[in-house]
């Protein structure tokens, strides 16, 4: 009888985490994410885990929203730092499948930038006796800037450009043009407001991801810590940071 009352209670609380981890059920580990402190960071842990060591199931992560929930708990008030560690590492181990996928706003950027930066200031820790050294957590954030750049930051600049050489050569407007012109865009609800705050953020994405990219390129000589800063990174980012 003690045993079917502990099974009908299991059924009740749902499948644990470890079911969950068998199974590869990456949707509900997802969801865990929103759960208990505990159950929290064991789901994060093992969808980090998923993201390091399996594309497919890294790429399940992605589709599955995976990316969102992870910023979205990194910024959660009253987490511990193991489970902001564990996040943003599972951050940088999804983040090839995520930009690849689909184009990243400088707003999310920024929030991806933040949870990398995060990852090169922190210590060692061992959540559930797990160590996820500072050398861990310094590579991961390398491979995450190398792939933000590369797919994000780089191509945001390009666009901002090609936006900034267009205005530079468009023709000055009569003054009746620019006053209907002027009307029109303030029916719009605001465009050249969003235009120039888009703007703003990919000028502080890019500062942001020079930072961190001169910071690990620091770390390397300093902490003899060997980290892949490559893929030419650095003489891409020393270009845009004269220019």
């Excluded at 983040?95 to 949870?115: D, H, R």
Aim: glycine fraction near 6%.
């Amino acid at each position: 009888k003690k045993e079917k009352d502990r099974g009908k209670k299991k059924a009740v609380e749902g499948p644990t985490i470890e079911l969950l981890v068998e199974n590869q059920d990456v949707f509900s580990l997802i969801c865990m994410l929103r759960a208990s402190n505990e159950k929290r960071l064991q789901a994060a842990m093992a969808l980090m885990t998923f993201a390091k060591n399996d594309q497919a199931l890294s790429n399940e992560i992605r589709s599955s929203g995976g990316m969102h929930s992870f910023l979205t708990l990194f910024r959660t008030r009253g987490v511990t730092r193991e489970l902001q560690v564990v996040t943003s590492m599972a951050v940088a181990y999804t983040l090839p499948s995520f930009v690849a996928s689909s184009q990243t706003s400088p707003s999310v950027g920024l929030k991806i930038m933040e949870c990398l930066g995060f990852l090169v200031a922190s210590n060692t820790v061992s959540p559930n006796g797990v160590i996820i050294s500072r050398g861990d957590m310094c590579q991961a954030a390398s491979v995450g800037i190398n792939v933000l750049w590369a797919h994000a930051v780089q191509p945001l600049i390009t666009m901002e450009k090609v936006k900034t050489d267009s205005r530079i050569s468009r023709p000055a407007l009569k003054p009746s043009q620019s006053l209907r012109f002027g009307r029109i865009r303030s029916r719009g609800g605001g465009g050249v407001f969003d235009q120039s705050h888009e703007s703003i953020e990919i000028k502080e994405l890019l500062e942001h991801a020079v930072t961190l990219v001169a910071h690990l390129a620091k770390i390397t000589q300093t902490e003899q810590l060997r980290i892949d800063v490559g893929y030419g990174i650095v003489e891409q980012v020393c270009e845009v940071d004269e220019a």
